[in-house]
């Protein structure tokens, strides 16, 4: 068996860039990592089987990253599992973490010799092929609270100088990635107001310290959330409403029906931005009985 960990990450703007090639596609924008994640456990089996939480599930990300890894290999099937305290589809970057997560311990399992970078490319081509995701690999492959402003490079990011602190959330439900990116109408306007939060996000990040520049990063987020129309669940509306009215900062999850901030509010959950990336857990091996 192996098994690795990769952190759930909370993306804050994000700007689609589309390209033929999935290893060329991925998203510009801002995201942060969180203490919660998955935590994968690797081992051969008779079929490939992924579970989450205990119960079998249809996976096709993770599905990818099992495939593309073992294609060489005698490998006839590997086990997967998923164990996590966060939902899927809320927001949370669970399908890219999942993945991630995977590719690190089948590297580990399989002796595959593979470095990060290579394995964290699976991962995200996966995510894109799937169409899952197209920056929280990035995110959770380097840690921390990070801007991606380079086009053409999915994994390349700059750690802001925000300190790891606690983080308040609350889902509502989910919203499906795959919908959102396949819709060219939703994903134009989408872009067309990342293009002005990149804008704002390069001119903060040259000017603010660190405390002016998280709350500035979340008042970003916030007009982002409205311009490109994504924010449009009642729920979420009023309850960031009754943050800003109580003197907080707030925005929407992307993608997913939820609110995160920084100030405690009613029915939050309590999480941390960690600096904490991907990685290993324990690896070891175990005679599999025939």
Not at 155 to 162: E, G
Not at 260 to 269: N, V
């Amino acid at each position: 068996m192996a098994r690795a960990f990769a952190p759930g990450n909370i993306s804050c703007v994000f700007k689609v860039i589309p390209h033929a090639d999935p290893a060329r596609m991925h998203s510009l924008g801002m995201g942060f990592t969180v203490t919660e994640g998955v935590e994968v456990t690797v081992s051969k089996h008779h079929e490939t089987e992924v579970l989450f939480n205990g119960e079998r599930i249809n996976f096709p990300t993770v599905r990818a990253v099992v495939n593309r890894l073992t294609e060489n290999s005698s490998v006839v099937g590997i086990k997967v599992d998923i164990t996590s305290p966060l939902p899927l589809g809320c927001g949370f970057g669970l399908s890219g973490a999942a993945a991630l997560a995977t590719a690190y311990a089948l590297n580990a399992l399989l002796s595959l010799q593979k470095d990060t970078e290579a394995l964290a490319m699976t991962a995200h081509i996966a995510e894109v092929e799937n169409r899952t995701g197209l920056g929280d690999v990035c995110s959770q492959y380097h840690g921390g609270c990070l801007v991606k402003l380079k086009e053409g490079s999915p994994l390349v990011a700059d750690r802001l100088p925000i300190a790891e602190q606690p983080i308040y959330y609350r889902y509502f439900g989910p919203i499906q990635t795959s919908e959102v990116l396949g819709n060219r109408e939703q994903t134009t306007r989408i872009n067309h107001a990342a293009d002005v939060a990149l804008s704002a996000l390069k001119t903060l990040t040259n000017a603010k310290r660190s405390h002016e520049l998280f709350n500035a990063c979340f008042a970003v987020s916030k007009q982002f959330s409205v311009e490109s129309g994504l924010l449009s669940d009642a729920r979420v509306i009023d309850t960031i409403a009754g943050i800003e009215a109580a003197g907080g900062v707030a925005s929407m999850i992307m993608l997913g029906n939820g609110v995160f901030s920084t100030h405690p509010f009613e029915d939050a959950i309590e999480t941390r931005l960690v600096h904490n990336p991907a990685g290993i857990v324990t690896s070891f091996q175990l005679r599999v009985s025939s």
